[in-house]
């Protein structure tokens, strides 16, 4: 160690032993470094320094990749569902009004900086809720991308007192930017290449003055393209609907398997994609189902009691399975 150091050195020196963080760590070697006197007795000190600045750098942009990562939101139950709007249109009172979650709301915008989860329970089944900042917001880009690509459903949330066909607008252009679209059977030209999701409308607030006529524009400019569901998330209106309308744009059905003999356990359904077979469901339950099953017999759909079907059998919800191998 060359001697003719100065104290401050030993200040930031002092500083770098006791950083917890590599950001804080670099800091204090940066100022070590700047202190430091050049000359051929400080060349192997230099050269240490710059290594450990160098090999903390790395260690810090690791971290920060991996907490980008963390906006993505392992996914719970039978769906997950992003809900997406402007600010102050109610998204996090919705999150409260249908889950255990207990996110902070006001009467101010940008109230909600990073995403609150919930648990919607819907008749025997959970549904996932990802209340996000507003799409609006400085670092919505990135939740965006993660949280909505990652969803099986995106809820357009707008307030129905507040010109709610301009926020759809908004809502729709801030996704497009991103590069996601609605699902469509028929996609424009102008959305090739662009990842599909599908969507739903929540026009919230219909507890105030003149929500009616806003409901009703917005049904009749979008009803056929999305489902439009009016509630009031503080006053818990139309919740029920909304849990349902929920269940059904996430185009999943619930089967219940059972062995002969025996009940099946209703409150344990497997989710299927909307339009699943008998073989799909057997692959779901059992990959080696699949190859083994001989037969298949179903009870539900009112037309169905104990029959036997065949491996292209298309099931309902609510469906209750038995595979024969
Ligand atoms: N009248 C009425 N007010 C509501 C309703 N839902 C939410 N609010 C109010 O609207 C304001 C905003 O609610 P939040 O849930 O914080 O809105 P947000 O969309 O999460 O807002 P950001 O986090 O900023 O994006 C609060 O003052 C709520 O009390 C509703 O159904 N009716
Ligand atoms: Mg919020």
Redesign the pocket.
């Known amino acids: 160690m060359p001697a003719n150091l100065p104290p401050q050195y030993f200040d930031a020196e002092k500083r770098y032993r006791q950083a917890k963080t590599p950001e804080d760590k670099i800091e204090a070697l940066e100022t070590m470094l700047a202190i430091m006197p050049k000359h051929k007795g400080t060349d192997r000190l230099h050269g240490d320094l710059r290594r450990k600045i160098a090999k903390l750098t790395e260690e810090a942009e690791r971290k920060a990749a991996t907490s980008r990562a963390s906006f993505y939101i392992r996914r719970e139950g039978a769906g997950q569902v992003a809900l997406v ?1 402007l ?7 919705l999150l409260a009004a249908v889950t255990d979650a207990s996110p902070d ?3 101010y ?4 900086k990073s995403p609150n989860i919930g648990m919607m329970k819907f008749e025997n089944i959970q549904i996932q809720l990802v ?1 996000t ?2 799409v609006t917001g400085r670092d919505s880009r990135v939740w965006l991308n993660n949280i909505a690509r990652n969803a099986d459903l995106i809820a357009i ?1 707008v307030d129905l007192s507040n010109s709610p066909t301009q926020q759809v607008e908004t809502t729709l252009q801030e996704l497009d930017n991103i590069n996601i679209v609605p699902t469509t059977d028929n996609p424009p030209e102008a959305t090739i290449g662009k990842r599909q999701r599908k969507m739903l409308i929540i026009a ?2 219909s ?2 003055e003149n929500s009616g006529t806003s409901a009703k524009q917005l049904s009749s400019q979008y009803g056929t393209q999305f489902p439009v569901i009016s509630i ?4 818990g209106n139309n919740i029920e609907m909304l849990k349902s309308g929920i269940f059904t744009a996430l185009e999943i059905i619930r089967v219940y398997t059972k062995s002969p003999g025996k009940k099946p356990d209703l409150t344990d359904p497997v989710i299927l994609k909307r339009g699943s077979t008998i073989k799909e469901a057997a692959e779901e339950i059992h990959k080696d189902f699949k190859s083994k099953m001989k037969y298949a017999v179903v009870w539900g759909s009112g037309k169905f009691d104990g029959q036997r079907v065949g491996q292209d059998h298309v099931l309902q919800d609510n469906d209750i399975i038995e595979l024969h191998i």
Do not use: M, R, Y
Request: proline share 15%.
């Open positions: 709007g600010p102050n249109v109610g998204k996090s009172q709301i006001a009467d915008p940008f109230t909600t209340d900042p507003p949330v919230n607030k507890d105030l009031s998330a503080s006053e």
